[in-house]
């Protein structure tokens, strides 16, 4: 399978996701450690106050929060930020975003994966012997084009989460040419990153896009993500629909898991 190299230091989280829900059918288990650090029903809570690990696994969204969409822990992210170098300092923060990694130096952090949930088609049900020529592959792209969003948080002491947001906005201006990425050992080069519009939720919100070449190929491949400020907490989400990047069609940071995280932590 051809993906993008801007997409590697993610699609690892994706594909992970995507083997539990769509392949395996095995997200049930996930699905269980996300209800024991979250609730559907939590209440929102002061947007300014400095949470706790503790605080923001019970802020972060939890399976039932989204209809449609199976919420688990993160799977396959870097263990710490320091497995994580670019090769311009100023767009490190922007590695982190895509990482599952809080952007700054927070004192507390959570994540977990959103995987958008999709019926079967009729020849999802075929067997393998069964698929008539071009079925095969059509099945595929379409089994993994539904989008996985990796939804962090992280929470500041001080101007740190003001701090972090305008860290994260100065690289998508100074890091538009592109950078290299080193996740766990592997260099990965991004072409360029271009701003796009983001969901004005929050304090302050900003998205970019993230492309870099397919692998193999003269193609190009993009991925998205958003950064929101709420008071002392960074909201980032990363959305891969792997689909979609194997077809060229274009896709955006998914719009339904930013609400529904951005109404817990109002």
Known sequence: MKRSS???IGATLAVSALSLALITGCSDEGSDDAKETGSGS?????????YTAA?????????????????????????????VTTSDEKCRPLAFAMSAQAPGDAA??????ATQEKNPTDTASKSVEDLAEGELEDTLTDAMSVNVTIVGL????????????????????????????????EKQKLTKITAEKGSGGGDESIAFASEGEMEDSADTGTV???VV?????IATYYTINLGALMTQKPYTVDATVVTAQAKKIK
């Open 55 to 83: 605080e923001l696994k019970k802020l972060i969204l939890a399976q039932g929060d989204v209809d449609g969409y199976k919420v688990a822990k993160t799977l396959g992210a870097p263990e710490t930020k320091d497995e």
């Open 108 to 113: 507390a952090e959570a994540s977990v994966q």
């Open 224 to 226: 998205h993500a958003e």
């Open 229 to 233: 400020r709420h008071g002392n907490t």
């Open 6 to 8: 801007g997409a590697r």
């Open 154 to 185: 992280s929470s500041y002491e001080g101007d740190g989460a003001a701090e972090t947001f305008k860290s994260v906005s100065d690289a998508v201006k100074s890091c538009s040419g592109g950078f290299t990425v080193t996740s766990e050992g």
């Open 42 to 50: 939590s209440s929102s809570a002061p947007a300014g106050k400095t």
